[in-house]
């Protein structure tokens, strides 16, 4: 099979073009440095003109890449998944983010004292000062406490559909960023060391309607927890 | 209302099973993952005394230290006939605990029973090779028990589970003589993949279940 996505014979369809680009672009970035990235966005640019219905944005692959500027620049794409790792080049590509567009945010590995840790907080209050700005996931995992519980207050007014918070311990006293979340279909909250009084915490101050799944597996919860939940009529 | 709720791993004994199987606003629980407690042969009877989760779709008891005494009240459980897959690795419920588990014949939806790790031998494979409800079975897990030859021998000769596309048999101390009886099977028509590392087998009976003209032309075997 040829490498080139150049190559590619004329009956090939957009979909074929622009999953040839892609892992032309991975291929690629297995063998150049980070600024070579540059060239990748000219590379999709090549094989779709059409508008995505949704980016997902990763910073641990792209850092300040030519790729993220260039999808970040098509402005009429209407969902943006963003993939926040530890970069430094954070609030160079946050500065570019269209706000009101982001449905999906995942952020792994934070603590406080990383440097993007404010850049990433800053984003969050902004969402929040978008009127009836709905998330429909959101997620943290393996990140510090003080950062998880900064992130979760800053996003204290944005609707959550599916809220994932991992390993991340992030039960200690902060139940209440939990409680009243109308909106929310699905929460995860496995690997926090859970223990049976925060399980019992959250058991009786929750308001979920609408919720459907919830993950408390990896915590230590018990039989005392078992029973407030049980206990629970949600 | 909550569909999925996900316990795994959390310390939870009888008792908290039995705090779990008084909720009754659960109406609409479709999987259920307790699997990594403590749960126990007496965790299980509270559980299977709830008689409001109509619509389980997806149990889960995995290491829970059952045994067969824990089956035994499963297998009286009545609520439970939608149950689709369910999973009870590394619970010991050996030869008696298989017994109890194929007389649940209200299980028609049955499509995913995960047995592996639980010291079943040859009577527990006959009892399982005996089922004649369970036709929507789809994946059947038996890796790391004592089937031997012998309980081969007894699947080989399963007819209701036309439905069958995975098999996993690892470690089982089966030889060349139970796998050319597997063989031999023409019921399973849509088997698709076959896990027999750590049996006896050789080239010669791989060639002979590739041959099986009423297993899937894709069956992929793993040895």
Known sequence: MNDDPDSLPSEYTTTQRNDRARSEIVRRSKHVRHADWESAGDILHKFNHAIPKTIRFNTWHSGRCGLSDYWLRRQQTPNLELFIFKTRQLAHILRRIKLDRVRIICICLVTEIDSCNLDIQKLLKSLSHIPAKMLSYFRIDLCSILFTRGALKNLRNVEIQNLSVTRSLILKSSTDLFAKRHQLQSLNLSGNHLNSDEAKKIAHSICWPNLQSLDLSFNCIGDEGAKHFGQNAT | ?223
């Not at chain 2, 031998?121 to 994946?139: D, I, M, N, P, R």
Request: hydrophobic share 35%.
């Open chain 2, 1 to 223: 209302m909550l569909e999925t709720l996900i316990l795994s791993h959390n310390e939870i004994g009888p008792a908290g099973a039995k705090y779990l199987s008084q909720n009754s606003h659960w109406k609409n629980l479709k999987s259920l993952q307790l699997n990594n407690n403590n749960i126990l042969p007496k965790g299980t009877r509270y559980l299977c005394e709830s008689e409001k989760w109509l619509n389980l779709e997806d149990l889960n008891l995995a290491y829970n230290m059952l045994g067969a005494a824990g089956v035994e009240c499963i297998s009286k459980n009545k609520s439970w006939s939608n149950i689709q897959n369910f999973t009870l690795t590394g619970n010991d419920i050996g030869d008696e605990g298989v017994r109890f588990l194929a007389q649940c014949e209200r299980w028609k939806n049955l499509q995913g029973l995960f047995l592996d790790s639980n010291s079943i031998g040859v009577a527990g494979a006959k009892y399982l090779a005996e089922t004649t409800h369970w036709s929507k079975l789809q994946q059947l897990n038996l890796s790391k028990n004592r089937i031997g030859t012998e309980g081969a021998i007894y699947l080989a000769q399963n007819k209701s589970w036309i439905k069958l596309d995975t098999l996993l048999l690892e470690d089982n101390n089966i030889d060349q003589k139970g796998f050319m009886h597997l063989a031999t099977n023409k019921y399973w028509n849509g088997l698709k993949f076959l896990d027999v590392r750590g049996n006896n087998i050789t080239c010669s009976e791989i060639q002979c279940m590739r041959e099986n003209p009423i297993w899937g032309f894709q069956l992929m075997i793993l040895y």
